[in-house]
């Protein structure tokens, strides 16, 4: 990865999504999240004052190491532990069912291979475990395969809170 990838687009990011109204979709999501949870796409750490207090540890992955040189101030903040994995989505180094909660925000649109990034969220997310998303664009890549449901006062075009409860390999969405 070169100089715009490591340091231009981290601070795109922060300038973009680090913003008054994106937050109270943050926390209308986060606030759901419990148990042993990952979060694809880590990015710089926006996600993680909206965790709620409860939550003590994240798993994260994010291939993009400039984006975690500017998530370090926010790690130290939060008190959260952070077990950080430099790398992508495509192909996640746990065992299946380790985690009760899977987080994605604005992440699958960067995942070149983004079938191959569900297909692991699905293997490592336990059987009853939650999928939260927050997702941007009129075709989320879920909306092809899962119906969608966007909760009172988002955006239609934005997949908010979202639930995954697996029935076989199938699972489907619920708003909560």
Not at 130 to 137: R, T, V
Not at 146 to 173: D, I, K, N, T
Request: hydrophobic content about 40%.
């Amino acid at each position: 990865m070169g100089f715009y990838a490591q340091v231009i687009v981290p601070l795109l990011c922060d300038f973009g999504l680090d913003r008054p109204f994106v937050a109270r979709y943050r926390r209308e999501l986060l606030g759901h999240a419990s148990g042993n949870i990952l979060e694809i796409g880590f990015g710089t750490g926006l996600n993680l004052p909206f965790y709620a207090p409860h939550v003590r540890k994240v798993t994260t992955v994010d291939p993009n190491v400039g984006m975690y040189r500017r998530a370090h101030r926010r790690i130290k903040q939060a008190g959260i532990e952070v077990d950080r994995r430099l790398l992508g989505g495509e192909r996640l180094p746990f065992e299946g069912g380790t985690f009760d909660c899977v987080v994605s925000t604005f992440t699958l649109c960067s995942i070149e291979q983004v079938d191959q990034a569900v297909r692991e969220v699905y293997r490592v997310l336990k059987p009853g475990g939650k999928l939260l998303l927050l997702e941007h664009g009129q075709e989320s890549p879920f909306s092809r395969e899962f119906r969608c449901v966007c909760p009172g006062g988002a955006p239609e075009s934005w997949c908010a809170v979202l639930r995954c409860r697996r029935a076989g390999r199938r699972p489907s969405f619920l708003a909560l």
